[in-house]
């Protein structure tokens, strides 16, 4: 799948987008689970997802999960992450795919702050 999700660094006073990133995806498995959830799914025999209460996890090192923000400049931003952005991997519920969170951006360091759920 090219594009599993897609990340949007926004402007919080415009909304206008500064930056764009996705994450592609080749294997979809659960990786770690909470308390109480069984691991079903390891990317074996063309069987793949993620089950409920479980997480595919990566490190922020892999290439495709990040946005490049070499040409951004500081101030305040909004990071909106939406998952499964073109509908592809079929869910029970697919209204809690995006979340948006407030981004400072110090232009040695970002904050993230007030991670939500929304549309």
Avoid at 40 to 56: F, I
Wanted: hydrophobic share 30%; glycine share 6%.
């Amino acid at each position: 799948m090219d594009e599993f999700s897609h990340y949007d660094l926004l402007e919080a006073s415009s909304g206008r987008k500064v930056a764009e990133g996705h994450k592609a995806s080749f294997c979809l498995e659960d990786t770690t689970c909470d308390f109480g959830h069984l691991k079903r799914y390891a990317c074996t025999a063309h069987t793949q997802g993620l089950s409920p209460g479980c997480y595919d996890t990566y490190n922020a090192d892999i290439d495709c999960q990040w946005i490049d923000i070499t040409d951004v400049q500081p101030g305040n931003y909004i990071l909106k992450l939406q998952v499964n952005p073109k509908f592809l991997v079929r869910e029970s519920d697919y209204t809690n795919n995006v979340v948006r969170c407030n981004i400072h951006y110090t232009g040695r360091f970002v904050r993230t702050t007030n991670c939500k759920l929304s549309q």
